[in-house]
């Protein structure tokens, strides 16, 4: 039987998600949202968490016996959604019947969006003789942050925005010290962000290097003494790469990253004709 609860502790307390606790880490932020849907089942097994208009993401335990899996699968699918979901990202090999049921219930068309690789940094190896230094982003910084964010979306999402939207995420962003920045003979060169924490990890995203200036491993010693402050402070550093994306994939495993599941985003999308 599913549940809609704020609390899904019976889930995240649980051993078998604590052990792939890095993979599923976007869930802790989605589930801290206002709005957000959490459905659950009270033996742990399952969790769905989404940001309202945005992709679900699905936990589902590994080595369910397949009747279990079967019911767990139907009445997900039968689950009366406020609307319908715009995608549901997991692991494939656990959520595929899901992904296929409900796009056969609902007459839509999954499409893979994207592969992701997750990383989790047990043990940082730092980049050596790399000019410049890390330092907290502050005000000042907020142009050529925005000029990142821009170039990030475009690059990595193939999706286009505008300084003038990015600005004001920029400005609220700064003061909370999230922002980190690399910088050379005085001009920031590289960013990188830290925005969520779950009890174990630090999740590292928003790395973005000017174009101007890459090649010169300075997202690697930025995300690499960002990862070093953290598991200093007893918290794994992780994050996730585009899995068809093999330079950055390698520049992470460079500095310690290492494998810690695959993930795969599912958009839904109407059937014509």
């Known amino acids: 039987m599913l549940f809609t609860s704020r609390s899904s502790l019976n889930v995240i307390d649980h051993p078998s998600f604590r052990d792939v606790e890095a993979q ?22 399952l969790l769905l968490g989404q940001t309202p208009g945005y992709f679900a993401w699905l936990y589902l335990q590994s080595g369910l016996m397949p009747e ?21 990202t997991g692991d494939s090999s656990l ?3 899901f992904v296929e049921q409900y796009a056969r219930e609902h007459h839509l068309t999954p499409t893979i969006r994207m592969e992701l690789q997750a990383y989790h940094c047990p043990l940082v190896s730092e980049p050596v003789g790399v000019r410049g230094h890390r330092r907290t982003a502050a005000e000042g910084d907020e142009e050529v942050i925005a000029r990142f964010l821009v170039g990030l979306n475009d690059e990595a999402m193939n999706h286009k925005v505008q300084l003038e939207d990015v600005r004001p995420r920029v400005q609220a962003m700064i003061p909370t010290g999230n922002l980190h920045v690399w910088e050379v003979d005085g001009q920031v060169v590289s960013l990188a962000a830290a925005t969520h924490r779950s ?12 174009p101007n200036h890459r090649g010169k ?30 330079s950055s994939n390698k520049a992470y495993q460079r500095i310690g990253f290492v494998e810690c599941g695959r993930l795969t985003e599912y958009r839904f999308d109407e059937q014509t004709g």
């Open 217 to 246: 491993q300075y997202a690697g010693a930025l995300v690499g003494g960002l990862s070093k402050a953290f598991i200093e402070k007893g918290c794994t550093p992780m994050l996730y790469a585009d899995a068809n994306y093999a």
């Open 24 to 45: 599923y880490n976007v869930l802790y932020a989605i589930l801290k949202g206002e709005d957000a849907l959490c459905v659950h089942t009270r033996e742990g097994d």
């Open 95 to 97: 959520i595929s019947g």
């Open 199 to 210: 009890p174990r990890h630090v999740r590292i995203n928003m790395v973005f290097t000017d």
């Open 68 to 88: 279990r899996n079967e019911k767990l699968i139907n009445e997900l699918v039968a689950y009366p959604y406020e609307s319908r979901l715009p995608g549901v």
